[in-house]
């Protein structure tokens, strides 16, 4: 609007200096000439006018154009941006992963133990049994949908963070992690506080190898610093029903109060050490039996480096009854025995593993796992199909041939001896294509 104001004002003022030209032209010619001259002259100046304006809105739109790309761009952690209107950082990642699957021996699944919880290892088949068959299969089960936030606050940073699987049901959507965490107090649903993400195998398998403590619990969690490089934790934790194995079948615990777990962790330049254990309940009643145990886990973790591209990696597990539905290859938390008492099962286990790189896009990585589950012999009696010993190796190499893009793959070979002195193997080779975003 105030660019068309101009020029009408100046079509106006030349408009009348014309007329006044015109009025006048018998005048002199040196009058004339000096008219057109300031007629120049103020033409001129116009012109340079107009051509500020039109800088002056250039210049406008370029920096609202820089400050709208520096809001968009620029959140308070890597890979985030500011929400509209507000001091909250957000980001959106995952990554899309296929996995092509040969059984060698038989069907177990999009898994190796299949979350075969129930039962430690029950898919592999034992020996003389003909029912197992080869099979192809690919899956894109374990992609991966994550939410992250930062909001500043007056008491710290409020982080959050929402993470989604494929592992439902039919495909469909599994919550992982739902938490928020604000200074040193986290709630919701993450990895229990009894793991250790610092000493876990990065294998193609999406479950690992057997032995490993893997799950993720409702909670509520307090750290605190205790120097540099220790951190210590207690938490609150849905004990998640513990297993109690009886004749003809198995029931769920009917919890009353929740796990209490506490951990030390230390993370340094050379590695990480991890210590933490558990203490439950398993309440059984029916009818006038009412029958009560305590149950107990204790993990041991650590990584350690051995020069600059190879690293050692293990982790120790013991429980009784604590390490039901957290370590893989535990079958259960409780026995109740014949005259309706219970007892707690006792399980050992863990990993042992080392990682290599090759160079800045190749790796490889050796596991091998194992479990012990001690039934007494009455118990073996009743329960002669499940597994008293497992062993797993994950042997695979990954290649990485451009950033946040890697494939894999990996052979596994699992046994499995149950209580009544059967055993049997299954052998798997899987490839695996990850591409993270």
Known sequence: M???RTNRFGLALLGCVTALALFVAPAAGGEIDDLKSQIKALMNRL???????KKMKADMMAAQEAAQKKAVATGDFP????MPGSNTSVSFSGYVKLDAIYDLDQDLGDSFFGYDWGGGASGILLEGDDSGQRKTSLHARQTRLRFDSLTPTKMGNLKTRIETDF??????LRLRHAYATLGGVLAGQTWSTLMDENTYADTIDFEGPVGVITIRRP????SQAMGKDLTAQVALEDPNAPTILMAGGSTSSQERVPNFVAALRMK???GAINVS????QVLYEQGAVEESLTISALHLGANFGLGKNTRLWGTFNVGQGGLDKSMLGSPGAAILSANNELEALDSMGGFVGVTHNWSSSVSSGLYYGWVENDFEDAAKAVYPDLSQSLQTVHANIWWSPA???RAGVEIIQGRRETNGGEDGDATRLQLGFQYSF
């Open 403 to 405: 950033p946040k893009m």
């Open 47 to 53: 012109e340079a006018l107009e051509a500020r304006e």
């Open 2 to 4: 105030k660019r068309k």
């Open 167 to 172: 592992y439902g049901g039919g495909n469909a």
């Open 268 to 270: 340094t330049s050379w």
């Open 219 to 222: 909670q509520v969690r307090y």
């Open 277 to 280: 254990g558990l203490v439950g």
């Open 79 to 82: 890979g985030s941006w500011k």
